[in-house]
């Protein structure tokens, strides 16, 4: 895409000024659309859909079409890695990710090696897809867990509370390490792959950092994606957002790592995200999800009082602070969409 630098959503990454804030939404494919639930149908479950381009960039653009958001994120998953180094990730009906091989052994932790690409082909290739089909004005975010976040996965073997990976950093922390390593590898190498692919800015999701404590979180979080930053902006300029949640203490950090903006989750307002953070990066968030799940004039009014919340300056990527929920109305995200078009206040 040529005309990518005028966009809003790469203005405000740089601090631009814009007319108003860009706006999409963290899962903003998903359940909660009914064109998203007739494909998977079909197509017999969510890992299919993700592991076949055509229909991966089918559903990336649904969002696009429905609702026009300022920016497409990839259909696929951050447990794709994981998957490629052959843990076995599977989903079963109602339940979250699981693996059916984790790491739960020294053993198999010595064997871990880093994910082949070419075990990975199927999302550079629905990037491309998806590059080639997208409107013009319309840039693709590609996307990976932080490599703690999927130790968190890798370790534990399914979504929870993580004991298992939060015992090892005490037990044995030189094979968390050792997991952290590998997944600094292959997270860098998907992230400049699907750039090179097409996708003009990444996203690293660290949903599961603030599980660690204060000092910890530098030494088994943040270093490792600090790294993973660093390996990516040797190769691309393109903008990294990191996105950490119940990381609002880590703000000033976060925002200290290489990247280009952060990812705000709804417990840190706003107004103190721009406080802690000080201009040194843009901010993206962070509409409570549940926000969305009542009426139409609920969700817009809420929407309202983010915008209202960051204030009036350039610098901030409205979205949510998590991904919407699967029992969200559609009509729900049209009014936030609208609220957001409709400010005129930055
Ligand atoms: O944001 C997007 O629309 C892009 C696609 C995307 C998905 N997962 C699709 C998905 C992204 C960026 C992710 C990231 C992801 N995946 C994270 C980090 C963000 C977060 O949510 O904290 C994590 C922790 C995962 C792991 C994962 N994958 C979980 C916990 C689940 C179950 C969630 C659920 O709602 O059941 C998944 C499956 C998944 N990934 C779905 C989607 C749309 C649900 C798929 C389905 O059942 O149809």
């Not at 903003?28 to 991966?56: D, S, T, V, W």
């Not at 867990?145 to 509370?161: E, H, K, R, V």
């Not at 000080?278 to 926000?291: F, H």
């Not at 009542?294 to 960051?310: C, F, K, M, S």
Request: proline share 6%.
């Amino acid at each position: 895409m040529n005309n990518w630098k005028d966009t809003l959503l790469f203005r405000a990454l740089r601090q631009q000024p814009v007319p108003r804030p860009p706006i999409w939404l963290m899962r903003q494919a998903g359940r909660y659309l009914p064109e998203y639930r007739a494909i998977r149908k079909e197509a017999g479950g969510f890992l299919a859909m993700a592991k076949n381009p055509q229909i991966a960039s089918e559903i990336t653009l649904q969002p696009i079409r429905r609702f026009g958001f300022d920016a497409a994120i990839l259909f696929s998953d951050i447990l794709t890695i994981p998957d490629a180094m052959g843990l076995g990730l599977f989903f079963s009906e109602g339940e979250g990710p699981r693996f059916s091989q984790p790491l739960q052994t020294e053993e198999a932790i010595q064997k871990l090696r880093p994910a082949s690409l070419e075990e990975l082909r199927y999302v550079m290739d629905a990037s491309v897809l998806t590059r080639q089909t997208l409107p013009a004005e319309t840039p693709l975010i590609g996307f990976c867990g932080s490599p703690f976040t999927l130790a968190c996965y890798m370790i534990d073997g399914s979504g929870g509370n993580f004991w298992r990976t939060r015992q090892m950093r005490f037990s044995r922390p030189d094979l968390l390490r050792r997991v952290l390593e590998i997944n600094t590898i292959s997270t860098a190498e998907l992230l400049c792959a699907q750039i090179d692919a097409g996708c003009q800015a990444v996203m690293i999701f660290d949903s599961w950092g603030g599980l660690l404590g204060g000092d910890e979180y530098e030494d088994f979080s943040l270093s490792y994606i600090r790294h993973v930053v660093s390996l990516v902006k040797e190769k691309s300029d393109a903008p990294i957002i990191v996105f950490g949640r119940r990381c609002g203490l880590m703000l000033p950090a976060l925002a200290a790592c290489g990247c280009d903006a952060v990812g705000v989750d709804w417990q840190t307002s706003l107004r103190m995200a721009r406080r802690m953070i000080g201009g040194k990066v843009a901010i993206q968030g962070n509409l409570e999800p549940a926000a969305l799940l009542g009426t139409p004039d609920i969700a817009a009014a809420a929407a309202a009082r983010v915008l209202a919340d960051y204030g009036d300056s350039s610098g901030h990527i409205f979205n949510l602070g998590h991904g919407v929920d699967k029992s969200t109305p559609p009509e729900c995200v049209t009014a936030v969409v609208e609220t957001v078009r409709a400010n005129r206040s930055h």
